[in-house]
């Protein structure tokens, strides 16, 4: 009677089953100045957030061709198999096997009779090995099963934490690559601006109006600009490249959509609830899938003390005469019960079991440090996004100064009131002014690219 309670229960002495672990989330993010809002960014599909046409190709080509997720698929292949492995060991294994053998007795040997001729004879034998099957009375089987599809549903998260890596780096790198075209653009309108004060104030020199010195301070003033075109060229060859190796192709020239300042913004970025980044984020999700994994086999480790219990059986056809092999005396069959219980193993079990729970409790603690560094990061990344749009705002006034306090200092030095060191020195700050605005720009934009990936956007299709 307690035999078939074991064998119907299927499960280790003292199994608990597998429960998330308590977790205390805040109410709200750190950083969000809004009451919580149920919806979240993270769970918009990429296309909804990044609606620029050219960045969304370049997204989908990296979906069918990046490396690293070609890489996560074909783990998740490896991962599948072997659940299918493991399971394969709790159901009974069929094997046929066959032979046949022609042999011709020596005259002179002792199994002819005296004044017999030897003749060939066949012997053959059809066995059917009907049963190797190990009764998983304990659970030890069945648990292993429970980890492999758990590290195959690990694994399956993982891939989707590839996917939402993918559109960040991709993402990222194409608003820096409009930076850096924003930047060149800007170097150029410089460069030509300074190259027609330089010629204005050659032409003042040879009437005597301006000085060698003013000419060579104007000259300086190109060479500055001239020198930041070549610069730019290079980072956005670079960036380039490393937008084609996202996208697993060779170096090449990458199509861009709308300017950095007409790329559109999303209506309203809500960072939603703490509780569902658990469920959204899948490195968390991940996370949990191992801690499961390792809940299962702390118990398939602790099943390795009780018995195991092995059916093999076989059925078959053996005879001499090859005719008759299939006749009713030439059947044959076979059971054999086993039972197996470990004496000494020299502490092998009482390890192994500590082994499990060390890998348990290391993968409890992954699970928990993934779920802060998920709290810190979509802070963080709330945080930054709010303080780099004012950023941007201020540096929006401070440009507009600037252009209007240059084209008066030129004016004045012109009409002869106003020195040309405080022209060419409105035109050095404009010109930094200019350029710290297009990376606030871009770096608004990868403010946004962070919050959508730290709140496990990314991945929905």
């Known amino acids: 009677m307690i035999t078939v309670l074991l064998f119907g229960s299927g499960s280790v002495v003292g199994q608990k089953k597998y429960q998330r672990p308590e977790v205390k989330t805040p109410d709200t993010f750190r950083g969000e100045t809004t009451s919580p809002d149920p919806n979240s960014i993270g769970d918009l599909k990429w296309f909804e957030v990044f609606k620029d046409p050219e960045l969304q190709k370049l997204i989908q080509t990296a979906f069918v061709q990046n490396y690293d997720l070609r890489k996560a698929i074909a783990r998740i292949d ?3 198999a072997n659940v299918g492995l493991v399971r394969s060991n ?20 002792g199994a002819v009779g005296a004044g017999q001729k030897a003749k060939p004879r066949t012997f053959g034998d059809v066995l059917l090995n009907l049963l190797t099957f190990e009764i998983d009375i304990w659970g030890r089987l069945r ?16 891939r989707k934490g590839v996917m939402t ?13 409009l930076e850096l075209d924003s930047e060149l653009d800007i170097a150029r309108h410089t460069l030509a601006t300074r190259e027609d004060s330089l010629r204005l104030i050659k032409i003042r020199e040879q009437g005597g109006v301006a000085s060698m010195l003013e000419v060579r301070q104007a000259e300086e003033l190109v060479y500055q600009a001239s020198q930041t075109i070549p610069d730019a060229e290079r980072l956005i060859a670079q960036t380039e490249n490393q937008i084609s190796l996202l996208l697993g192709n060779s170096p090449g020239a990458i199509l861009r959509g709308p300017s950095l300042a007409q ?21 968390i999700r991940s996370a949990e899938e191992n801690l499961e994994a390792q809940h299962a086999l702390v118990y398939a480790a602790r099943a390795a003390y009780f018995p195991r219990i092995s059916l093999t059986g076989f059925f078959g056809f053996q005879s001499g005469d090859l005719s008759n092999l299939f006749s009713g005396p030439g059947a044959t069959w076979n059971f054999l019960p086993q039972i197996a219980q470990p004496l000494f193993v020299a502490g092998a079990l009482k390890s192994n079991v500590k082994l499990a729970k060390a890998q348990r409790e290391y993968a409890l603690a992954q ?37 209007d306090r240059s084209r008066l200092s030129y004016l004045r030095y012109q009409g002869g009131v106003d020195t040309l060191l405080n022209a060419l020195d409105a035109d050095r700050d404009l010109f930094s002014a200019e350029l710290s605005l297009t990376q606030t720009r871009r770096n608004e934009l990868l403010s946004l ?3 959508y990936k730290a709140l496990g956007g990314g991945w929905q299709k």
Do not use: C, H, M, W
């Open 263 to 283: 790329q559109q913004e999303v209506p309203s970025l809500p960072a939603g609830l703490p509780s569902a980044l658990l469920e959204r984020r899948p490195d």
């Open 367 to 403: 699970y928990q440090q993934a779920i802060q560094v998920a709290f810190r990061e979509v802070s963080d990344a709330l945080v930054q996004y709010r303080k780099v749009k004012e950023v941007r705002a201020q540096q929006e006034l401070l440009v507009t100064t600037l252009r």
């Open 165 to 177: 890596t993918i559109v960040s780096d991709v993402a990222t790198e194409y608003f820096s690559l």
């Open 143 to 158: 648990q292993q099963t429970k980890a492999a599809r758990a590290e195959l549903r690990a694994s399956e998260e993982d």
């Open 90 to 109: 709790q159901f009974p294994e069929l094997v046929a096997t066959a032979d046949l053998t022609k042999t011709r007795l020596s005259n002179n040997g």
């Open 78 to 80: 490896a991962e599948r």
């Open 449 to 451: 690219v962070q919050l």
